[in-house]
């Protein structure tokens, strides 16, 4: 490997540990948005009231504890889909970088 090429994949190397670092803190707002619906919902299911108040930007809504349920059941599907997806983006990056590793070794550095 000569010096132009260890450079590229220095770089290449450093991208996708920025990109995987990213994915760190995406991942942790998902895990930190899936305990607060989680707790929502268990409040949720523990109130005997039938209309609930829902924060919409800087005010309070009422809705049915009903239409609060489903929308943070939709909120949590949604947030699983985007867990997966970042998971799936982080294997994929871990798995490049497991290859420059073994492209650096083979080559002696």
Known sequence: MDQNDL???????????????????QKEALNLQMFEINKALEELGKTKEEEVYKVTGPILVKISRADARSDLNSKREMSMLRMKTVEKSEASAKKQMEDIREKLSKSGM
């Open 7 to 25: 450079q590229q994949t220095i770089i290449q190397a450093q991208s996708i540990q920025q990109q995987l670092h990213v994915l760190h803190q």
